[in-house]
């Protein structure tokens, strides 16, 4: 338990201490600009990679969420910090999970964000480091219980004109009482 653990805390400081460095690497050699429509809702599913996940909060689960960028390089293909807010949660057998997280990310593009004034389509990758509070009841067991716990994510997506998107992310949601509400997100949103 203790090695899984120092793992997972392993993987969460790496992609911290990449988030940083590519966020200050990407500073020193551009500046920056507003982000045009820096605010962004998504809704979508996760659906849980771990039967203990899907066994008490079902296989698929609702997922929403709201971001909010500061900054972009004015480079070609830039890149975009940003503050994140996602919930993702379900129940079922007696069981629920509700997971509330509030993080940093970094999101890159692989050329011009598309939006309102852009045509085309624009593919980003990113990821995100924060705070998870999990609310769960394992019907199993009958326990309940809430945890707050360092977590993460990585994410890729498509922007597409009119500022609409669609992202598929990997949640590295912390596990608690023997469940864990892992899994991997599909989600549709709208940039203003």
Do not use: C
């Given at each position: ?6 793992s997972?805390?392993m ?98 593009y ?5 939006g ?36 993460g ?40």
């Amino acid at each position: 338990m203790a090695s899984k653990t120092f793992s997972k805390m392993m993987i969460l400081g790496l992609l911290a201490g990449g988030l940083f460095v590519s966020s200050g690497a990407a500073k020193a050699q551009t500046t920056t600009v507003p982000v045009q429509n820096p605010w962004a809702v998504k809704i979508g599913a996760l659906f849980p990679t771990n039967s203990s996940g899907s066994r008490n909060g079902g296989s698929a689960q609702l997922s929403v969420g709201a971001d909010y960028s500061f900054e972009k390089t004015t480079a070609e293909n830039p890149t975009i910090p940003e503050v994140y807010f996602d919930y993702n949660g379900g129940s079922r057998n007696g069981g629920h999970v509700d997971t509330y997280a509030l993080g940093i990310g970094l999101r890159a593009y692989g050329n011009h964000p598309a939006g309102a004034n852009q045509q085309g389509v624009s593919p980003y990758v990113g990821l995100g480091i924060g705070a998870y509070y999990t609310d769960l009841k394992n019907g199993t067991t009958g326990r309940s219980g809430t945890s707050t716990d360092i977590g993460g994510k990585i994410f890729a997506g498509l922007d597409f004109t009119s500022n609409w998107f669609a992202e598929v992310n990997y949640q590295f949601i912390p596990s608690h009482d023997g469940v864990n509400p892992s899994g991997i997100g599909l989600q549709v949103g709208a940039r203003f």
